[in-house]
Nanobody, 122 residues
Framework: QVQLVESGGGMVQSGGSLTLSCTAS????????IAWFRRAPGKEREGFSC???????YYVEFAEGRFHIVRDNGKNAVYLRMNNLQLEDTAVYYC????????????????WGLGTQVTVSS
């Protein structure tokens, strides 16, 4: 089964940008819808962006216009470009995959990486 590994997290000042990577082994991400979740301290984890097999994308309100999810099938990877980062973006970010195609609910994402920490400072 597919195994996911996130990387690219770190510390960034407010207003800065960061790109997260999601790479896979055991299977190719080309065949999976991919979503990014995050969990901030004291908060529930939340899905905020996803990309379909056909590369259609979706963003929740806080991510729209600031975050950009893309595939690179040649590298078997999905990337998340985050711009204009804010203090409230501090969280552990997770790459996830689902077996479902087409429209998928957040609850369908069953494969999870271990996460990568993003810390935004003022």
């Amino acid at each position: 089964q597919v195994q996911l590994v996130e990387s690219g997290g770190g510390m960034v000042q407010s207003g800065g940008s960061l790109t997260l990577s999601c790479t896979a082994s055991g299977d190719t991400l080309k065949y999976y819808p991919i979503a990014w979740f995050r969990r901030a301290p004291g908060k529930e984890r939340e899905g905020f962006s996803c990309i379909s097999i056909e590369n259609a994308t979706y963003y929740v309100e806080f991510a729209e216009g600031r975050f950009h999810i893309v595939r690179d099938n040649g590298k078997n990877a999905v990337y998340l470009r985050m711009n204009n980062l804010q203090l409230e973006d501090t969280a552990v970010y997770y790459c996830t995959a689902t077996d479902l195609s087409g429209s998928a609910e957040w609850d369908s994402y069953r494969y999870w990486g271990l996460g990568t920490q993003v810390t935004v400072s003022s």
